[in-house]
């Protein structure tokens, strides 16, 4: 089995040596091949420098966006060309580039979907989980988030909709990538991780999450997170969902509907 990991970096300049270390030594001790797929979208610092410098460690594939085009499109080309490039049994993992996320997780996570999970998320929601370094604001908008996300579109096992530290099944990611004709993420920003989850729902994919300590303490930078239009942007898509205006996947013969 291989493992993916598929990073969006912008401006990472600080946060991605420490988590491609981390990666590093995680394929390391688990046994399995690596490969990871990078995403520069648009970095005007020296992300660019350090892709370079680790392409000679990692198995390494880079897209670079001539301009920053946001989070739901860097995720999308990150997740489409893992997919392409991993066998269906293989493993996906995305994480934020900026440190906040600890790679020390993955193994944990991947004996998840060994036990027939599709996706596993890594939770600020769980027993044990623990948030460091967030603001009082944005815990407050964290949680009316969580809460409206579990009454409107509940999923069994999931808390999270919107940590983008996850580990996908191959076959589930390009499955979805057929489904909704390479749309997975249709959103700009940081919506787009709620908008992927739900996407994954209506295709049946089982979901469990692990419980985080999510360090934004380490942060390698300044955050990218405009608040107020991520709260927006999560209403819409909320909204789009609940009267089912969002694009149902496209049915494809001989491929089964999975039962949640």
Known sequence: ??????????????????????????????????????????????????????????????????????????????????????????????????????????GEMVRRIEKGNDVVIASRYRPGARVVGLGRFRHLTSYGARFLFQVLFPIAGVRDYTCAFRVYRARIVQEAFQAYDGQLATERGFASMAEILLKLRRLGARMCE????????????????????????????????????????RPKEGRPRRQR
């Open 210 to 249: 692990v419980p985080m300590v999510l360090r934004y303490d380490r942060k390698g930078g300044s955050s990218k997170m405009k608040v107020c239009a991520t709260i927006l942007a999560t209403l819409r898509l909320m909204v789009r969902n609940r009267l089912g205006a969002s694009s149902a996947p």
């Open 1 to 106: 089995m291989k493992l993916l990991l598929a990073l969006a970096a912008y401006n990472e300049e600080r946060g991605l040596p420490r988590v491609l270390e981390g990666f590093r030594q995680e394929v390391a001790t688990s046994g399995y091949s690596a490969q990871v797929v990078v995403v520069d979208d648009g970095s005007t610092d020296g992300t660019g420098r350090v892709i370079e410098e680790w392409s000679s460690v990692l198995p390494m594939e880079v897209i670079r966006h001539p301009g920053n085009r946001g989070l739901g499109e860097s995720v999308q080309d990150a997740l489409n060309l893992a997919a392409r490039l991993a066998e269906p049994q293989d493993v996906i993992v995305t994480m934020d580039a900026d440190n906040s996320h600890s790679p020390e997780l993955i």
